[in-house]
Structure formats: structure tokens, C-alpha cells
């Protein structure tokens, strides 16, 4: 077979849509997580070499296509209004969360480029067009922001052929510089659960961090999770709010949040315990406490009323509950079994929420990048 010619070299990654089991939102907060990522949602960026560097708007997520120039009229005028970028429709800001991928495109390559220069690392001088595709709902605390910037990074790690170069470790700082380089407020759970791929336990504490440089992370084994459920509101929440009364809190130093927090981060070793044991009954509890605490942390009004609706249907019918992320979404477990999968389906249903069952992705690590991860 003949070898591909620099036109044909095209290279698509894709990074899946993230699940924070136990410990969130401890990751801001020199935690620990447990999380893992679902192949039911996922973005993908695809990258081609080109004469320009170019990076293409996707026609629905950038806006870039109307259905008339009535349409158009009305949108730019909305936004004019709100005074955010004149292409940008006031109605998929608020419900979409980022308002498109372009931005976080050209974040990354720039986040990319800098750490490479700093860290004498020689990228050859060809350029590349970048496009990207996501079906991960917006708002529904699933990460779908860093989703596509971790499947952009994935793809200049391969163009450039620089990803035995870059440790796997140090993958999520890059993802969550990123975001930050747009305002995006996060902590590093998502970036590694997505890096990783599969199931991750996470430990951010600050001792760590300032020796290493990054957390401790640890793959488990997938199949150590019993049957889960997800749920989602067709019409989500914005999940933005969620963190800023408690992190501010936190860093005046209030008691009540940091022990709520180290609590919180203790769940999920715990949780990690659980799921060695395939102690499912207890592991149910912890995910419990977790979406608890977070609500006495936060208040009602910070989550909101239909993201606590959702955990109170899981919960009517015996199932624990607790939110995927900042909420939007929200992860059952079932510790009865299937008639009680089959009772919370009707009661989601009913009220109105999307339920289905999560199918968990593997790793997404290369056998070599598997056995270069410390062991101990």
C-alpha cells in the first residue's frame, strides 16, 4: 500500500463527556475525585494539514448559519444588547454555555505553542485546519467546553508528533490553562477524568501539586461500577453560578466550608474503597452525602430548583443521587436493581427529565502511556 501523502494525513480525536462520581466540587479546593467518562456523549475534533493555519466555526455551535436574514437581524441586535461578540445568539449563550468552539481552539494551540517553546520542545513549521463536532448537551455539567479542548490537544500532540514529549500528568494543566485563558472557572477533575478516559481517582492535595507540579491520579478499573443512570433536563441549568458564593468563602477562611470540603474530598477515597470491594450499598450512601453537603455549602437558590428536582425524583423511588458536576445533570444509582431502574425511569419520565443508562468508555491511554504512569 502506498504511504499517505501530507494531504491525506488527517487526524480525529475525540474526548468523551465526563461524570464526577464522588468529590466534586473538592478538586478546586486541594481535594480528591473519583470520576469516569461516558461514551454516551462526546466531542471530536479533526485536524488536517493546510497551507494557512485556520481554525473553521462549526455552523450550528458558532453561529455562522440562519434560517433568514430576519433571523440574522434579530440575533445581531440581541446581542448588541447584552454586549457580547456581535456573531454570538443571546438565546445559546444562555443555554449553551460557551457560546461555540472557536475560542477554545484557539486557546489550546496557543496554551500548546507556549508550553512547547518554554519547554524547548521543537514543533515542525507546517500549519493545519481545525474543526470540531460535539454532542455533549450544554449546561448539563458533563464537560463539554473541556471535551473539545482535550480533543484538540490530542491532535496537535499527534500532528506534531511531540505526545511522548508532553507526560500524561501534565495534559490536564494544559486543557484547564486553556479554558482559563477564557474566564473559565474549573477546577482539574474534568481535564484528567478526559485525558484519562475510563475511571480516574483523583488526589489534588496541595502537597502534591507543589512537588509535582500535578495531582495523583490513579485508573481503576471500569468494571468495578455497578449500573448507573443518567438524567438531564432537556432545557438545563447554567452551571456557572455554582461555585463563586462557596470558593470565595473558602477563601476567607470560613470553618463551615472547609470541613464541609475535606468531607467532601474524603467521600471520594471512600467511594474508591467501595467500588474495591464492590460494596455497592455503602458506595450509594457516599453519593448521597455528596449532592448533601454541596447543598448546604451552596443553598437552593445556587443550585437551582430544577437540578434538585431531578435528585428528588431519584431519590422518591430509593435510588442515591448527586450531580454530574455543577449540575445540569445528575447520576443515580439503583442499589435494588432492576425493578428499581424500572421505577426510576417512569418517575423521570413523568417529571419530565431524559433518563438513560450510562455506558462507561475505557481508557483512552495508549500502552505505552499506560505503563509509563507511576505504580505506587
Known amino acids: 500500500m502506498a504511504a499517505a501523502t501530507k494531504a491525506e494525513m488527517v487526524f480525529e480525536r475525540r474526548a468523551y463527556a465526563r461524570v464526577g462520581l464522588l468529590g466534586n466540587p473538592s478538586d478546586m479546593y486541594s481535594g480528591k475525585a473519583l470520576s469516569f467518562t461516558i461514551t454516551d456523549f462526546s466531542a471530536t475534533v479533526r485536524l488536517r494539514p493546510s497551507p494557512e493555519l485556520l481554525i473553521q466555526p462549526h455552523p450550528h455551535h458558532d453561529l455562522v448559519a440562519f434560517p433568514s436574514l430576519p433571523h440574522l437581524r434579530e440575533d445581531y441586535h440581541c446581542c448588541l444588547k447584552i454586549g457580547v461578540p456581535k456573531h454570538v445568539e443571546v438565546s445559546r449563550l444562555q443555554n449553551e454555555g460557551y457560546y461555540g468552539g472557536v475560542r477554545l481552539l484557539m486557546a489550546i494551540c496557543k496554551v500548546f505553542y507556549n508550553h512547547c517553546i518554554q519547554n524547548n520542545i521543537s514543533l515542525k513549521a507546517e500549519n493545519f485546519t481545525l474543526s470540531y463536532d460535539t454532542n455533549i448537551p450544554r ?96 432545557n438545563p441549568s447554567d452551571s456557572g453560578k455554582v461555585h463563586s458564593s462557596v470558593r470565595q468563602r473558602w477563601l476567607n477562611g470560613d470553618e463551615f466550608i472547609i470541613s464541609c470540603m475535606k468531607e467532601v474530598a474524603q467521600l471520594a477515597l471512600d467511594g474508591r474503597r467501595a467500588l474495591l470491594q464492590k460494596d455497592y450499598t455503602e458506595l450509594a450512601r457516599l453519593m448521597n452525602r455528596n449532592f448533601d453537603l454541596r447543598r448546604e455549602m451552596s443553598g437552593d437558590d445556587v443550585l437551582g430548583s430544577v437540578n434538585i428536582k431531578m435528585v428528588e425524583v431519584a431519590r422518591s423511588v430509593g435510588a442515591s443521587s448527586k450531580f454530574t458536576g455543577s449540575g445540569g445533570a445528575v447520576v443515580a444509582l439503583c442499589p435494588d436493581g432492576e425493578a428499581q431502574a424500572e421505577l426510576l425511569h417512569k418517575a423521570c419520565q413523568e417529571s419530565g427529565f431524559v433518563v438513560q443508562q450510562i455506558k462507561v468508555a475505557p481508557s483512552v491511554l495508549s500502552d505505552e502511556e499506560l505503563t509509563s504512569l507511576p505504580t505506587c
Not at 491532535?155 to 482559563?180: G, M, S, T, W
Not at 461500577?225 to 432537556?234: F, K, V, W
Open 139 to 234: 449546561q448539563a455539567g458533563l464537560s463539554g467546553s473541556s471535551a473539545i479542548v482535550c480533543a484538540a490537544l490530542n491532535c496537535l500532540l499527534d500532528f506534531y508528533d511531540v505526545r511522548h514529549l508532553i507526560q500524561v500528568e501534565l495534559r490536564p494543566n494544559l486543557i484547564l490553562d486553556a479554558e482559563k485563558e477564557l474566564g473559565i472557572v474549573a477546577g482539574l477533575q474534568d481535564r484528567v477524568a478526559q485525558v484519562y478516559g475510563g475511571l480516574v481517582y483523583m488526589d489534588f492535595s496541595q502537597e502534591h501539586m507543589d512537588k509535582l507540579g500535578h495531582g495523583i491520579y490513579r485508573p481503576l478499573d471500569v468494571n468495578l461500577l455497578p449500573p448507573l443512570y443518567l438524567i438531564y433536563a432537556e
